[in-house]
């Protein structure tokens, strides 16, 4: 469409027509519907950032008020949005031009686009916005959602009490970081506010992508063309996935699997079972500056209407985390309350220390096998530390085997300590007799 005017027609064939994706178009209708906050995590060039740059200048013309759009510093803000905004906005028609110091245009209805930086996060902070999106948002600081963004979204207008501001979270993932655990959190469907909505660029333009695949290497096409966060850098179990999720739960009559790492903090244990030969880690008892008698306390707790009260215990062989707080040993401490409480137990824990690389072997043969079979599943919801730790735990820069201590490690270490007992990789060492209460 044409009317013309020389620079009017420029700014309006900025609107040509896009090859719409299914996804695409219900991400169109998720702030309309009451999806607040959008995820799109989306492959690199497969037009997320051009969706949003038409929505929020039709938006802003159909509701007056403040509006953003955000990159993690200024001069990304800049180069990603402010001449495609002023196109988009047919800014050449608009009465009051735009502020370029401040990068602000202004609508005729009054409503304007802001776009700022937010290397200061402090930048989205005491505007009365109606909306807005941030690109790139695994680049920004990871503690700026909680500290600065939320909030200033969340602050009431006395003169539109009823509204709640939008923003769309744009970009590619950079690893399992603060972008990640928002997307998790949305996948649970615990808040409306939050829905994922992610496509390939495969999807859009397949040739860019087979294009790409010429040039980059399998992890960093998958992160930048599928936006895949399962792409940790040194991760351990790398083959731990979406494919190990479940939402299982434990059964009233199954056989209680108890496997611990006696950190003093946190004090990292998890419950599973068995199933036809198939382990589910289902929950977990996670207690920050705690003992094992803590940890056994919990258990027959939370427990205590468990029908099966026969419940095996995995651990560290060595079972010394007690030594400041008691002559006994961990195991002690546990099945004096278990047996108190009218449990009993398996001990099923090794003579000796075992090999840390043979026990992530026997864990990752769990995982998948070479073959594809998955011989574990993990409740991502009920046991949290269990899953991210799976997902992120690395291997120390320079070592094979060496892991990086996280509060989310000692509940991977818990579980290899299970799976090198019942499935060690070095089937010469040798195990500690069964102990049954």
Request: proline share 4%.
């Amino acid at each position: 469409m044409q009317v013309g005017n020389v620079q009017i027609d420029r700014q309006l064939a900025r609107w040509y027509e896009l090859k719409d994706h299914e996804v695409q178009l219900e991400l169109l209708k998720a702030v309309p519907s009451g999806v607040r906050f959008p995820l799109v995590p989306a492959g690199r060039r497969s037009g997320k950032t051009e969706r949003f740059k038409r929505f929020v200048v039709k938006q802003a013309n159909k509701i007056v008020g403040a509006y953003f759009a955000a990159a993690p510093t200024h001069d990304q803000a800049k180069k990603i949005f402010w001449d495609d905004l002023l196109k988009f906005s047919l800014s050449s028609t608009h009465k009051k031009q735009p502020n370029i110091s401040e990068r602000i245009i202004y609508f005729n209805n009054g409503s304007e686009i802001h776009v700022i930086g937010l290397d200061k996060p402090q930048r989205i902070e005491g505007i009365a916005w109606k909306g807005g999106g941030i690109d790139e948002f695994a680049d920004i600081k990871p503690d700026a959602w909680e500290a600065n963004i939320y909030p200033a979204l969340n602050t009431v207008n006395p003169l539109d009490p009823d509204y709640r501001a939008w923003c769309w979270l744009l970009g590619v993932p950079d690893g399992l970081n603060h972008y990640y655990d928002l997307c998790q959190q949305a996948e649970t469907g615990d808040d409306p506010n939050f829905k994922v909505f992610h496509w390939m660029t495969s999807e859009i333009f397949p040739e860019m992508a087979a294009d790409a695949k010429k040039v980059m290497s399998l992890k960093q096409y998958k992160q930048e063309f599928e936006a895949s966060f399962e792409t940790a850098s040194g991760r351990i179990y790398e083959d731990y996935s979406k494919a190990n999720a479940t939402d299982e739960t434990i059964k009233p009559h199954e056989q209680l699997l108890w496997y611990h790492d006696f950190n003093y903090t946190p004090l990292s244990s998890g419950v599973g079972v068995r199933r036809d030969g198939i382990y589910y880690l289902l929950e977990e008892i996670v207690l920050i500056s705690a003992v094992a008698k803590n940890s056994a306390e919990e258990f027959v707790e939370r427990y205590k209407d468990h029908k099966n009260k026969n419940v095996i215990v995995y651990g560290d062989p060595a079972g010394k985390a007690g030594e400041k707080h008691s002559q006994a040993s961990d195991y002690t401490d546990i099945e004096a309350v278990l047996r108190a409480s009218g449990w009993s137990f398996q001990r099923r824990v090794r003579s000796k220390a075992m090999s840390i690389k043979d026990s992530q072997n026997a864990l990752r043969a769990k995982i998948k096998l070479a073959n594809g079979d998955i011989g574990l599943f993990v409740h991502p919801i009920n046991a949290p530390y269990t899953h991210k730790g799976l997902s992120t735990v690395q291997l120390k820069k320079g070592s094979s085997f060496l892991e990086v201590e996280t509060d989310y490690q000692h509940i991977t270490t818990a579980v290899r300590y299970m799976m090198d007992y019942e499935h060690p990789v070095n089937t010469t060492q040798t195990f500690s007799q069964n102990m049954v209460a």
